[in-house]
């Protein structure tokens, strides 16, 4: 099932998500290492770990932390990330549309400037008509009368697949 069917892209992901100690941490990370390798960004920061700052957009009786509390399976989220925690004029921010249907997560994102970022926030209507995914993100937020309600902040150990090494 297409939940924007305004956008080209119909990019199906399955994304499982555990709570773990910090002991089952460490195991499933010894586990992965032979087959995953730590990403760029880890790999460029003095900490081997990067900053992921999220904007969570929601309506004002929190009816989307209501659905993620309740584990409901078909959900819609909205998003605006930073990786900087002073974002300037030349700093980019990713826009993310991630639709849930079961366990199967369909997700859109479109790179804005930080310029683009603060005129949304003051009027609500993006510069660039043009990009579809933020067209969309610009109707959801309207159709469900959204605002930013909270931002979510951790310092990520990013890895990617090394099956993809050689090709």
């Known amino acids: 099932m297409v939940l924007f069917p305004k956008l080209i892209s119909h990019d199906w992901r399955f994304e499982y998500k555990y709570r773990l100690t910090y002991q089952q941490y460490h195991r499933v990370r010894s586990a992965i290492l032979p087959y995953m390798k730590k990403d760029q960004y880890t790999l460029a920061s003095p900490l081997k770990r990067y900053l992921v700052r999220s904007l969570y957009f929601d ?36 826009t993310a549309l991630k639709a849930r249907k079961g366990i199967a997560t369909e997700k859109h994102n479109s790179w804005i400037e930080y310029n683009s970022y603060q005129k949304f926030m003051s009027t609500w209507h993006w510069p660039d008509q043009t990009d579809v995914v933020l067209a969309e993100f610009e109707r959801y ?12 902040e951790y310092l990520r150990e990013g890895y990617s697949t090394r099956s993809r090494e050689n090709i």
């Open 59 to 94: 309506s004002h009786n929190l009816k989307n932390y209501e659905e993620k509390v309740n584990g409901d399976s078909d959900r819609v989220k909205l998003r605006i990330r930073s990786y900087s925690d002073t974002p300037t004029k030349g700093t980019r921010l990713r």
């Open 141 to 152: 937020i309207h159709l469900k009368t959204m605002r930013p309600k909270i931002i979510v």
